[in-house]
């Protein structure tokens, strides 16, 4: 019974398609990969990377409006940064996401959670904002949700980075899922910490103590995956607080 059981399992899952294949099943999808496969192989190629055997790390910089894309190989630990888009609008002010209507861009480590490739911003990579964090430093009873990295040009708390550039980055976070990375990391920053920066924002938002707390907390780390270049172990404290480990 057990080894019946077992077979049928396995048959099961040798006939669910994969990850590409359900993504392909979408028309915007597959002109994604017509039009981009291309340059994308050709690039992870000048970093000895493919698309068959890929994981990313994303990083967005508000005040910059940039966002870093990093790979790796699959059995890797040290990412590389292998390009960087421009995120073409941005809506609310520098600080975290604290409540539904502000308009803010969420500020934190969160990850990929959702895929959509028939958004109304072509293609869209939802985050799993509110995390933890968020849900315990913020006092609103609705704090928002579907904020996503998305094509089009629009924002009121997302990441729009075009229709042209969405295509390259869905397909990243699809070769990065199809070789089995659950969670992509997404780590969103006000600016890149620097000494003249910290120094320039702490008199800007010297009236601001709690938002300058969370910089700090964001700074470690930032400070840490620059240094390392390695996915961070985060947890949260009670207080909302995010705690990083080796």
Not at 57 to 75: F, P, Q, S
Not at 131 to 160: E, F, M, Q, R, Y
Request: aromatic residues 10%; charged residues 25%.
């Amino acid at each position: 019974m057990k080894i019946a059981l077992l077979t049928l399992l396995c048959v099961i899952a040798s006939n669910e398609p994969d990850f590409v294949s359900q993504q392909k099943k979408y028309p915007r999808v597959r002109n994604a990969y017509h039009e981009k496969e291309a340059l994308l192989t050709r690039r992870l190629k000048e970093h000895n990377l493919s698309l068959d055997n890929l994981n990313i790390l994303i990083m967005a910089y508000k005040t910059e409006c940039v966002m870093d894309i990093y790979a790796k190989k699959r059995e890797d630990k040290v990412y590389k940064k292998i390009t960087t888009y421009k995120i073409c609008a941005r809506s609310g002010s520098l600080g975290p996401k604290r409540h539904q209507g502000d308009l803010q861009i969420p500020e934190g480590f969160y990850h990929i959670n959702h895929f959509n490739p028939t958004s109304n911003y072509h293609l869209s990579l939802m985050i799993n904002y509110p995390n933890h964090s968020d849900k315990l430093k913020s006092k609103a009873s609705h704090l928002g949700g579907n904020i996503c990295i998305h094509g089009n040009c629009v924002t009121v708390g997302c990441l729009p980075m075009t229709d042209d550039k969405i295509k390259e980055i869905y397909i990243y976070a699809i070769q990065a899922r199809q070789s089995g990375q659950e969670k992509i990391p997404v780590y969103i920053f006000p600016f890149k910490f620097s000494d003249e920066k910290n120094k320039n924002y702490s008199e800007t938002y010297r009236a601001y103590p709690n938002i300058l707390d969370f910089w700090k907390n964001l700074e470690t780390g930032y400070n840490l995956f620059i240094k390392d270049l390695k996915e961070l172990n985060i947890s949260v404290d009670k207080l909302g607080n995010y705690q990083f480990s080796k």
